[in-house]
């Protein structure tokens, strides 16, 4: 499988009343196609910052970041936000669905922006709906829905759009147990038959335990 990520000595340092805060400290780190990692670590411990950089949400204070081959942080604004929306998909924490539109409107979005046509869009929406189980809940808005129904469309809306990464921050960071576990599965699930790489960072043991692939990260270093 060829190499995707290739990142060396990243660090990135926040200004805190005037002295600076290191929170990555000269991370190397490497992900392959189709490759599925979780990243284990401690609240505060900087796996939000890597996902952060790596999804080119954020700058870097120092290091490089390569996606395959080219360094990603040569490239202008307009670059990195093309690099964005046609590479990586993202899933946070707290959903950030749109809160007026529909399930269906929320998975379509994406590639309305990426000005697919209306009909495209809503029969690949429909598909990804389908895919995390969620075809009978399509016309519900999200303040209709459940938080693990809600993280489901996230899913949906990240991967519709067919990424080679899935980059996923605490994903089931306000979910119950039992429905945390159900949708780390399903994501798993939906790298597999995707074929694309999955990234997740989690403080959550249980989660981490679904993957074959560990790193742990502790003050900003990746061990």
Avoid: C
Avoid at 19 to 40: D, N, R, S, T, Y
Avoid at 45 to 53: D, P, Q, R, V
Avoid at 78 to 106: C, M, W
Avoid at 126 to 155: C, F, N, T, W, Y
């Amino acid at each position: 499988m060829a190499l995707l990520y290739n990142v060396v000595g990243l660090s990135k340092s926040f200004i805190k009343e005037r002295q600076p805060i290191a929170v990555l400290k000269g991370v190397h780190f490497q992900l392959k196609e189709q490759e599925a990692l979780v990243v284990l670590g401690a609240s505060g411990a900087g796996k939000s910052t890597l996902l952060h950089l790596l999804g080119t949400l954020d700058t870097p204070t120092a290091g490089q970041v390569f996606y395959r081959g080219e360094e990603l942080f040569l490239k202008n604004d307009k670059q990195l936000s093309e690099f964005r929306n046609n590479k990586i998909g993202f899933v946070f924490q707290f959903h950030h669905l749109i809160s007026i539109l529909t399930a269906l409107e929320n998975v379509m979005l994406p590639l309305l922006i990426r000005k697919s046509d209306e009909e495209n869009a809503r029969a690949k929406a429909l598909e990804m709906l389908a895919r995390v189980g969620l075809s009978h809940r399509k016309d519900h808005r999200p303040g209709e829905l459940s938080g693990g129904e809600q993280q489901r469309v996230a899913i949906a809306r990240a991967l519709v759009g067919s990424p080679e990464v899935l980059l996923a921050d605490e994903p089931t960071g306000n979910l119950d147990s039992k429905t945390g576990e159900e949708i780390a599965q399903i994501m798993i699930d939906l790298q597999r038959e995707s074929n694309m790489a999955l990234l997740l960072v989690t403080h959550n043991e249980k989660i981490a335990n679904h993957f074959s692939n560990h790193r742990v990260m502790e003050d900003g270093v990746l061990l």
